[in-house]
């Protein structure tokens, strides 16, 4: 089993930053992608941005966090980074870590609990 541990979010004011952090551990074997979506009230979870694993792939970003948000990782520390810069009220939201990958065993997609993200003056 593979558990994922986010951290970073809080309260910033509109035009603020966030660095949010995703730690992987566990029979993590081999990542295929780690991202990190979102959840507003009401509405439905969306990609906020997604990357691949070692072995290559495209990056995918949201249209509306495009020129604003960053994702990057640290595969020695098996962490996903997202710097969220120019942060709007629109982003206030859960942000959700997903990694798959395949295990010793099986395939795998997991889910971090998030973490609140409240954009805010």
């Known amino acids: 089993q593979v558990q994922l541990v986010e951290s970073g979010g809080g309260l910033v004011q509109p035009g603020g930053s966030l660095r949010l952090s995703c730690a992987a551990s566990g029979a993590i074997g081999r990542v295929n992608a780690m991202g990190w979506y979102r959840q507003a009230p009401g509405k439905q979870r969306e990609l906020v941005a997604d990357?691949?694993?070692?072995?290559?792939?495209?990056?995918d970003y949201a249209d509306s966090v495009k020129g604003r948000f960053t994702i990057s990782r640290d595969d020695a520390k098996h962490t996903v980074y997202l710097q969220m810069n120019s942060l709007k009220p629109e982003d206030t939201a859960v942000y959700y870590c997903?990694?798959?990958?395949?295990?010793?065993?099986?395939?795998?997609?997991?889910w971090g609990p998030g973490t609140q993200v409240t954009v805010s003056s």
């Open positions: 997903r990694a798959r990958g395949q295990g010793p065993y099986h395939a795998y997609d997991y």
């Open positions: 990357m691949p694993g070692r072995g290559g792939g495209s990056t």
